[in-house]
């Protein structure tokens, strides 16, 4: 398995990482548990940015998977540029889920365009 695709792996991970800091933020029991989606909606503060940040990396986990496969199934790119945005595009979501749940927006959203120029790299890669 390349290093690429273990990049896949973390990044179905990260939001899940993001919804257990939620919680924990939120003060997330047991008692929540009937009703999980309901305790995150009405989370405030870093708890609710967190939750924010865990949903953008589900929006955001497709298209870059899709690229790394597509980056892999064409042949066209070399593996070390295909590693390379991919772990480049892992530390911009671990920057974006930092920057988000520190209320840092402009730094957020500078981040997030540089895991969208990751996702873009990948796909031009394999042309």
Sequence with gaps: MTLAYWCVFIAMLLP???????????????????????????????AARANAAQQNGFEVFAPFAAAVIIAHATGNAA??????????????????????IHDRAFARSAVWAGGILCIVALFIAAI
């Design 16 to 46: 899940w990482l993001a919804a257990a800091y939620a919680k924990k933020e939120g003060g997330f029991t047991s008692l929540n548990n009937h009703q999980p989606r309901d305790f995150m909606a009405h989370t405030e503060g870093k």
């Design 79 to 100: 593996q070390a540029t295909i590693n390379f945005w991919s772990v480049l595009f892992i530390f911009s979501r671990i920057a974006y889920t930092w920057c988000y």
